[in-house]
């Protein structure tokens, strides 16, 4: 219902465009996925157009549609997702600049899976092709400038958003958990019902950041919640073809202390170093007499990044609890990043590769892009994983194979 409040608002700012001289601007973007495992081809078509209009020097509204075609997930192969629709102020009132709408909201200073970023779901998927584009929610950003190197930013969401996960993918997976558990007392389960229960309470954050001589920190705080369901309840009852599991769902409090870096790499010129901390404090969670969450724990990613006098961009992190890992479940993993420009050459070679540490299992992607102009390019690679389906990179074997991606942007 927020969202179609959102993309109304937007198509009446679209309608009245020759009124208020909206400045638009947007890309094209083709991806396909060839996996090799099934062996399947899925095809995604999207259409982001931005526009910005200031009503005044103090004023003004952004905003940024997304137009997707999809057949990977057949349930609801056309979308239309209103990413970011918002008013913001600057210097309205004095030192403080207000953002308030449909936000896209960043924290950490790492290029990828910092465990400071916590406002945002991420998209159904994860692609190892490409960064993936966070999705908005209902929020208020507020920012006190204390002076150049010194400010304070305030976020709230009245309403806790969760991540997006297929229903049909969400009870396979908890079929697969306690399914082996109730056969082994003799009880098969044919099917799974779930229902969840959301949180009622607003989410914020604070942050306080400054500039140093070279480099730049900030601590924060996040009064939240997990962004992923944890199971509550858990019931086999009798159904019409067999016994039906009962499954509630979940989202555990948690709050988040966090420590953000980045700046200059101690005596190597041009390199820059960069990292996130967080202190995490989960809800008590108990799932059939067992804690799932319980004690407090750290989550971390640390990296560098430098391009050589050859122009040769490496970056590499170390990454302590992946995206998925949470509580006694963290372990460390390796990330290396590499991207080389060719001399007179419009093709760029690139590499990104994560490999954990605690089982060797890997997670590697080769390709290469190609810039036929400045506004067009594509871009193919191939993503391996290796590892047994138990492992910790090993389980995301669905990521695996061929992908194809043109952007245009105009």
Same mark, same amino acid.
């Given at each position: 219902? $927020?969202?179609?409040? &959102? ?13 208020? %001289? ?28 931005? &526009? ?7 004023? &003004? ?21 209103? $990413? ?25 200073? %790492?290029?990828? &899976? ?24 209902? =929020? ?38 306690? =399914? ?73 409090? $948690? ?22 901390? %967080? ?58 990043? %590499? ?59 669905? =990521? ?11």
């Amino acid at each position: 219902m $927020k969202r179609n409040v &959102f993309l109304i608002i937007l198509i009446i700012l679209v309608y009245s465009s020759s009124v208020y %001289a909206l400045d638009f601007s947007g890309n094209l973007t083709y991806s396909g996925q060839y996996d090799l495992s099934e062996p399947n081809l899925s095809n995604t078509l999207n259409l982001d157009l931005n &526009f910005i209009h200031n009503f005044s020097g103090e004023i &003004f509204a952004e905003g940024d549609l997304i137009i997707r075609y999809s057949d990977k997930y057949s349930t609801n192969p056309f979308m239309i997702i209103p $990413k970011e629709i918002y008013i913001g102020t600057y210097d309205l009132i004095p030192q403080l600049d207000i953002r308030a709408g449909l936000l896209i909201v960043s924290w950490g200073s %790492a290029d990828m &899976f910092s465990p400071l970023d916590n406002f945002n779901p991420l998209p159904p998927e994860m692609s190892f092709s490409s960064l993936v584009q966070k999705n908005g929610v209902l =929020a208020a950003d507020a920012t006190y400038y204390f002076n150049d190197i010194t400010y304070l930013q305030t976020i709230i969401l009245p309403s806790f958003v969760p991540s997006y996960m297929p229903e049909k993918y969400e009870e396979q997976i908890y079929l697969s958990i306690f =399914a082996p558990q109730f056969q082994a007392q003799g009880i098969e389960i044919t099917s799974i019902n779930i229902t969840r229960t959301l949180p009622e309470n607003p989410v914020w954050g604070l942050k306080l950041g400054r500039s140093f001589t070279s480099f730049d920190a900030a601590i924060s705080y996040y009064n939240g919640y997990y962004l992923n369901t944890y199971p509550e309840t858990v019931e086999p009852v009798p159904g019409v073809s067999g016994m039906t599991l009962n499954l509630g769902l979940g989202y555990p409090k $948690k709050d988040v202390f966090g420590f953000e870096f980045q700046g200059d790499f101690p005596g190597i010129e041009g390199a820059t170093l960069r990292g996130d901390l %967080a202190y995490i404090v989960p809800q008590l969670w108990q799932v059939q007499g067992e804690y799932i969450l319980k004690d407090p724990y750290i989550k971390a990613v640390i990296g560098a990044d430098y391009t050589t006098s050859f122009d040769l961009y490496l970056n590499v992190g170390f990454i302590w609890g992946f995206i998925f890992e949470e509580g006694d479940q963290c372990s460390p993993y390796i990330s290396l990043n %590499a991207r080389k420009e060719l001399e007179d050459s419009k093709l760029t070679p690139n590499y990104l590769g994560i490999i954990s540490l605690h089982d060797g299992s890997m997670v590697n992607s080769i390709g290469a892009s190609y810039d036929f102009t400045d506004d067009f390019s594509i871009t193919f690679s191939y993503v391996s994983v290796l590892g047994e389906q138990t492992s910790k990179l090993g389980q995301m074997g669905s =990521a695996e194979g061929l992908y194809l991606m043109g952007e245009w942007s105009f």
